[in-house]
């Protein structure tokens, strides 16, 4: 049995028939069994048509799809996201990842393109927010990370040992910015990190909010909030106040006008909250409009820091990786989270 998927934006022909399906005709879940796909694509950090370029699964192949290594249902119903530190990535990072984007459109790529309005989300603070998806969303998670990587050539890299579990992300606008107008820079709002040193028993949840910035900016950087635990400048064993590998938590994102609501909760910890206006800066240093005229995506899963990329003075720690998903697996330099709960927009 064959199947047509849409990978990295072509179709890859006879890829062996959805893999919810035994060689034997026997079925077992994949992760559609459990979780609304409808307005998902995943990425994972393989190239299987040779094509240069990451796959890429979205539209009606998402009802059938599931990857052993990278994308599938434990033996609880738990959606797993596992990815190795050096793989195949994304144009625009250095960082592998097995991670899903909201994609509003669905199925409908004859009339709606990636880049449309109607694939993307806005605040109310945008021009032309009526011609968005929609204005605001919600993105709602409940899982555990089960493994961070363990081997870092820096350790004192702020990404070592971390990943990223969920994030809003702005669209990049190359037009916009070459005419310098002061977004579209393609920056994120928020990342929710889960950080652990392989020396210590509990590790830190904290997100980080990216200033609004052109690349090139000086003060484009990533300011962290504590959840649980640590922020990644402190390297300290944060003890019972951090979440344990194997420890339940949930994050809430809700964006309802301009305000970004947030919150986090654990059975062994106090509730964390935050209200963040994203049509203002959030210091001096900041865009004094913060995130007012972009436009939005939902990210989850397990996007990796942990890069093999040693160069750049803060994104490169030098982590170990042979590029084999196996060897990399047993010799721990892997990622790995699994979902219990994933909501986008309440679905």
Not at 272 to 296: C, E, P, Q, R
């Amino acid at each position: 049995m064959k199947k047509t998927l849409v990978l990295a934006g072509s179709i890859l022909l006879a890829l062996p028939a959805a893999a919810n399906v035994l060689d034997n005709g026997v079925s077992h879940p994949v992760p559609a069994d459990k979780f609304d796909m409808t307005n998902w694509k995943i990425t994972i950090p393989s190239d299987i048509n040779k094509d240069g370029k990451v796959d890429e699964i979205e539209g009606v192949a998402m009802l059938s799809y599931s990857h052993e290594n990278f994308f599938h249902l434990d033996k609880d119903g738990n959606l797993v996201f596992e990815v190795q530190n050096k793989a195949i990535t994304t144009k625009n990072s250095k960082n592998a990842r097995s991670e899903l984007r909201q994609m509003p459109r669905g199925a409908d790529f004859d009339n709606i393109l990636t880049d449309s309005k109607l694939n993307q989300w806005a605040l109310s603070s945008h021009p032309q927010a009526d011609q968005y998806s929609a204005v605001g969303g919600t993105l709602e998670a409940t899982l555990k990370v089960n493994h961070v990587s363990l081997h870092a050539k820096y350790p004192n890299k702020f990404p070592a040992y971390s990943v990223v579990v969920g994030q809003i992300h702005a669209k990049g606008h190359k037009d916009l910015i070459a005419k310098n107008v002061g977004y579209g820079y393609g920056n994120e709002p928020i990342k929710i990190f889960y950080k652990k040193f392989p020396d210590h028993e509990y590790g830190s949840v904290f997100w980080n909010y990216e200033r609004n910035l052109a690349k090139n900016d000086p003060n484009r950087e990533d300011i962290a909030y504590p959840v649980w635990g640590n922020t990644w400048e402190n390297p300290a064993e944060p003890g019972k106040a951090g979440i344990a590998l194997g420890e339940e938590f949930s994050y809430s994102i809700e964006v309802k006008g301009t305000i970004m609501h947030l919150t986090f909760k654990s059975a062994n910890h106090d509730t964390v909250t935050y209200d963040i206006d994203l049509s203002k800066g959030i210091d001096a240093k900041d865009n004094a409009i913060g995130y007012a005229k972009d436009d939005f995506y939902f990210k989850a899963g397990a996007y990796g820091q942990c890069s093999t990329q040693e160069a750049h003075p803060v994104w490169g720690p030098g982590c170990k990786g042979t590029g084999d998903f196996a060897i990399d697996k047993k010799n721990g330099d892997y990622n790995s989270v699994s979902f219990s709960a994933l909501k986008l927009n309440g679905k």
